[in-house]
């Protein structure tokens, strides 16, 4: 594995969060503490897919179909991650993946955009073995964009490698999360912002697109400064050159994170705050094939039982299509 960052284990990452002035840390062993059991998963089974509607970097909408593949978790730990409850302890077997990608493509309509999600790193050889990595990209090669998730210290050759074997374009999804350092480095992500800059202009070099995931709002940011936060946080990844910067509202259910949350230690966003915050990113001076979206696979979470949030949903669907609150993109 190549490593761009310069990271050396000389850095110390911590979460330290206070209760009553009192500081609290949580490192991997405290969050692994926490965990519940891991739902059923089958790497024998077809994998889970979604199909929904995205702009392109036209501003086309495009068919795009994740598919949850089944592997070895991640060997990070973040704060927030509940994606290891679908992976297995193990490392993924040889040929797993392959079969797993076969047995869902007849079901995807459209050679648009794919989203190869493996709740875990892409390039990661325990997770998705080196002998998968050709067998996979054959498969996929004929969509549009092939998106694929990867940590921004993951940076070797075999990301331009398997990109080499696309007929179409590679999208790496990173998450920066927080463009706040102290933030960032209190999430036990095991990164820096200059590790993610230093993703970014590899990914950039090899002319490969990125996509960028930020927390809405991160753990310790108060319900006040959420929407500053994270315009600031979108508008450090439009710099960086992300093409899709995606803000997922934060969620408890990993176990830490319902203690924290009962301890007033993070602050969930509502509908209205996710809202608000949304609009105000679309409205950012960004480059012409530069989106903004909001994840609205939870958003029931957040709603607090209203009751107009159908149309809510259909609203932020828009939104995320057509770029705006109103129809038209912005553009620099
Ligand atoms: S890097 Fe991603 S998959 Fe890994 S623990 Fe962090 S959030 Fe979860």
Redesign the pocket.
């Known amino acids: 594995m190549l490593s761009r960052s310069g990271y050396t284990n000389r850095i110390r990452f911590r979460s330290t969060f206070y209760i009553n002035s009192m500081p609290i840390s949580f490192d991997s062993s405290r969050i692994l503490e926490w965990r519940g059991p891991r739902k059923p998963v089958d790497p024998n089974l077809p994998p889970a897919f979604v199909t929904e509607l995205e702009p392109d970097e036209n501003g086309v909408l495009k068919e795009a179909s994740t598919v949850f593949l089944v592997g070895k978790e991640?060997?990070?730990?973040?704060l927030?991650?509940d994606?290891?409850q679908y992976t297995t302890e193990t490392s993924t077997r040889p040929g797993s993946l392959v079969k797993q990608l076969t047995q869902i493509l007849p079901n995807i309509q459209h050679r648009q955009i794919i989203k190869l999600y493996n709740?875990?790193?892409f390039f990661d050889l325990q997770a998705v073995p080196k002998e998968d990595l050709m067998g996979l990209a054959a498969l996929v090669q004929d969509f549009e964009t092939v998106v694929v998730?990867n940590?921004p210290r993951l940076l070797s050759s075999r990301i331009p490698d398997f990109a080499g074997r696309l007929h179409g374009q590679l999208q790496v999804a990173m998450?920066l999360e927080t463009a706040d350092e102290n933030i960032l480095n209190s999430l036990n992500?095991q990164m820096t912002l200059a590790d993610y800059e230093n993703a970014c202009a590899f990914l950039l070099e090899h002319k490969l697109s990125i996509r960028t995931f930020l927390l809405l709002p991160p753990p310790g940011v108060s319900a006040n400064d959420t929407l500053k936060h994270t315009i600031a946080s979108v508008q450090h990844a439009i710099r960086c050159g992300s093409d899709v910067t995606s803000m997922i509202p934060l969620r408890p259910g990993n176990g830490i994170m319902d203690w924290m949350s009962s301890n007033g230690l993070v602050h969930l966003p509502d509908l209205e705050l996710a809202m608000q915050t949304f609009a105000a990113a679309l409205q950012l001076p960004r480059g012409r094939r530069q989106r903004v979206f909001l994840d609205l696979w939870n958003l029931e979470a957040l709603a607090n039982n209203r009751t107009d949030l159908p149309s809510a949903i259909q609203e932020l669907q828009r939104w995320n299509r057509e770029q705006g609150p109103t129809s038209s993109f912005y553009y620099k």
């Open positions: 991640c060997p990070f730990r973040c927030m991650c994606l290891w709740a875990s790193n998730e940590h998450g992500k």
